[in-house]
Structure formats: structure tokens, C-alpha cells
């Protein structure tokens, strides 16, 4: 059974045969690369489900294959790396990534995480998949939420747009974050709420990936002082901002 086609990308050959070998007894098609022009080649050549990235290369780093992998395609990505510094994960999941493993690791837990980032990615694919299938009139009243002088999230696309009509360029996790707590709108929801509703309820209480995720959308948002999204301190969050049809 062919689960999906993983792009793994390090220069470790080594470790790449041992990935390899036990991602493909587990039904995936694995594709290698061990550094950065190899790794863009790859993706200019083929479509991947997931992208398994190193962050030191020989030719570079691994880092600034994030945003050349998103202008390339919306492929989720994991962090796969020896650094282990708090620091380190958290420009990761700011940049883009979809999750961060550190080496070394158990396959099993490496197989689970990536299950994990691409069921998200096929639920969010087909949520937007059915959301095209209603009528226009319908989508137009449903699926377009306008907020705070301008901005508009549209579900149907999967986009938020700013007042001048173009993309803020939110990941799919960054918009399901955004687009749950505008439908509930002057409610509070805690870290764990927003974990179920957008990580399929993946829930550690050391995880900041919900606070990291909260911070890029006030960036985006231009929501500085926190008046969009307040935080509730010791709960979670709330979308305090305007709505208008």
C-alpha cells in the first residue's frame, strides 16, 4: 500500500539508507537528496505528500530551504535535526515548518510524526476540496469572513486577504488557527481546545506550537499590542476583533 511519496532530505547517506529502508517496508516511496541544490531539484521534478529537512547541508543551510519549498508548493515539512536548542525549533515552526524532530530518534516515532503532519495536510485538502463544491451565492455568504476594517478570511481558498487584497500568506496551520478562534468569536479557547480542532487534539503541555502559531498571525495581522487576539493568561486565547458580513 503506498501511503505517500516523502522527500528526505540530508546529507547523511548513512542515516538516509536506515530512513529510507524503514519508511518504505512502511509503505511510503522515499526520495533522496543530501543537499540544497539536489533538494530543489528534486521538488522542481516531482510532487511530494511530505519533506523530511536536514538543517546542515554541505552547500548550505537547511534553513533556507523553508520558504523556496513554500513558493514551490504547499508541501508540509519536518525538521529533522541534531540541534536540539529551543531556540532553534521555534524559527523552524516560525518559518513554516510543520514539525520539528530531534536526532537521534526512533523510526517509529519518526513514522508516527509523520502520519500525524500529513493527516492534517489531507484533512485541510479536503475540507477545501468540499467548500468548492458549494454553490457560489452560498460560498460568497458562508465562507468570506470580513474583520477589523478590511481584512477578509476566505474559507473556500484557504487565504486570508489584507484591506489592499492581497494574501497574508497564512500556512494551513496558521489559517486553522485563525479561522477557529474567529468562529468563536469573544469566546475563550484554551491551548488543548485549539490543539483538537487544529492538530487533530496532538496535545504536550510543553508544546508552544499554538502560542508560536499565535504570534506569527498577530505579525501578519499587523496585531502588535494584542487588541485582535487577546490572551487570556493561563487559559489560552480569544478573536476580539470586529466582524461584518
Given at each position: ?102 536526532k537521534p530518534f526512533e523510526m517509529r516515532e519518526l513514522s ?49 486577504f489584507r484591506p489592499d487584497s492581497s494574501s497574508a500568506e ?54 502588535e499590542n494584542a487588541e485582535i487576539i487577546k490572551t487570556v ?13
Amino acid at each position: 500500500m503506498n501511503k505517500g511519496k516523502v522527500l528526505s532530505v540530508d546529507d547523511d547517506r548513512d542515516l538516509q539508507l536506515v530512513v529510507c529502508d524503514y519508511l518504505q517496508s512502511d509503505g511510503y516511496q522515499v526520495t533522496e537528496a543530501y543537499d540544497v541544490a539536489s533538494a530543489l531539484e528534486k521538488v522542481d521534478e516531482g510532487t511530494f505528500d511530505i519533506i523530511l529537512l536536514d538543517l546542515v547541508l554541505p552547500d548550505g543551510e537547511g534553513l533556507s530551504l523553508i520558504p523556496q519549498f513554500q513558493q514551490r508548493a504547499k508541501t508540509p515539512i519536518v525538521v529533522v535535526s541534531g540541534k536540539s536548542e529551543t531556540t532553534e525549533k521555534v524559527v523552524c515552526l516560525e518559518m513554516g515548518a510543520d514539525d520539528y524532530i530531534t536526532k537521534p530518534f526512533e523510526m517509529r516515532e519518526l513514522s508516527a510524526r509523520i502520519k500525524a503532519v500529513m493527516r492534517r495536510s489531507d484533512s485541510a485538502t479536503a475540507t477545501a476540496a468540499q467548500k468548492e463544491s458549494v454553490p457560489q451565492d452560498a460560498e460568497k455568504k458562508a465562507e468570506l469572513v470580513k474583520f477589523c476594517d478590511g481584512w477578509t478570511l476566505d474559507r473556500a481558498q484557504y487565504q486570508l486577504f489584507r484591506p489592499d487584497s492581497s494574501s497574508a500568506e497564512l500556512t494551513t496551520g496558521e489559517f486553522q488557527l485563525l479561522d477557529a478562534l474567529i468562529s468563536s468569536s469573544q469566546k475563550t479557547l484554551s491551548r488543548e481546545r485549539l490543539f483538537e480542532l487544529t492538530r487533530d487534539g496532538d496535545y504536550d503541555v510543553y508544546d508552544r506550537a499554538i502560542d508560536i502559531q499565535v504570534a506569527r498571525i498577530r505579525k501578519k495581522i499587523k496585531d502588535e499590542n494584542a487588541e485582535i487576539i487577546k490572551t487570556v493568561r493561563g487559559v489560552g486565547y480569544m478573536f476580539c476583533g470586529e466582524l461584518s458580513a
